[in-house]
């Protein structure tokens, strides 16, 4: 897991409930960017930050999903209120020097939404 | 926004053959083209990537090769082992997207 921390590793919560996922990167990435993979529809980008600032949130899915990052070291990204269709594992990753570089994974957080 | 398609969803091929693993992108000014392997229950990790100034890429048993004029880029594993067996991810950048993601492959290694 050296790189990217991400917590809780798994969540279980029940349909209508506040969640917060949490990245914590190491010092030296520029990129950050949070991601979701499901079976029905892989690995989606959600929202990307560049020196703290977001970039691009299209992939959001809708206003229930909101990201932050408050400084270089942690990154949020909250669900309110939560759904069973939100069920998945959300990743966070991260990359130096532009985002036409390797991207480092954090080891994810499975969210059930029951 | 760029769209990749990723074929085939399963591939099968005994220990010792080749495996080939093909993409193709919708977005002509996308320019770099990673591949990422995931085992099971594991995250995502580089193990190729290619950027649009080249066409070929080589890495001891793996290599990938990209067409531009065509759109589409490929992902050569030669001599596969069971410890090739997981799920392989292309993906492309550019503009100022993020990545875009194939829905994967799951390569299956037979002994």
């Known amino acids: 897991d050296a790189g990217v921390i991400q917590s809780p590793r798994h969540e279980v919560t029940e349909m209508g409930q506040e969640v917060t996922l949490r990245c914590k990167p190491i010092s030296g990435h520029d990129y950050l960017f949070w991601y979701r993979q499901t079976m029905m529809r892989g690995l989606e980008l959600l929202i990307y930050f560049n020196n703290n600032v977001p970039i691009d949130d299209s992939g959001m899915p809708e206003d229930r999903f909101s990201a932050k990052m408050p400084n270089a070291s942690f990154s949020t990204l909250k669900i309110q209120p939560s759904e069973p269709r939100d069920s998945a594992v959300y990743f966070c990753a991260l990359s130096s020097s532009g985002r036409y570089n390797e991207q480092f994974f954090g080891p994810g957080t499975r969210l059930t939404v029951l | 926004g760029e769209n990749v398609e990723q074929h085939p969803s399963t591939l099968s091929v005994q220990e010792g053959d080749s495996a080939v693993i093909k993409c193709t992108y919708s977005d002509s000014a996308s320019n770099y083209f990673p591949w990422y392997k995931q085992e099971l229950g594991k995250r995502p990790q580089l193990i190729i990537d290619?950027?649009?100034?080249?066409g070929e890429k080589k890495d001891q048993r793996i290599a990938v090769t990209l067409n531009k004029t065509a759109k589409h880029f490929s992902l050569h594993i030669t001599e596969t082992q069971p410890e090739d067996s997981a799920v392989y991810f292309c993906?492309?950048?550019?503009?100022?997207?993020?990545?875009?993601f194939g829905k994967g492959t799951h390569l299956i290694i037979q002994p």
């Open positions: 290619i950027r649009s100034n080249v």
């Open positions: 993906a492309a950048v550019g503009g100022a997207d993020g990545l875009t």
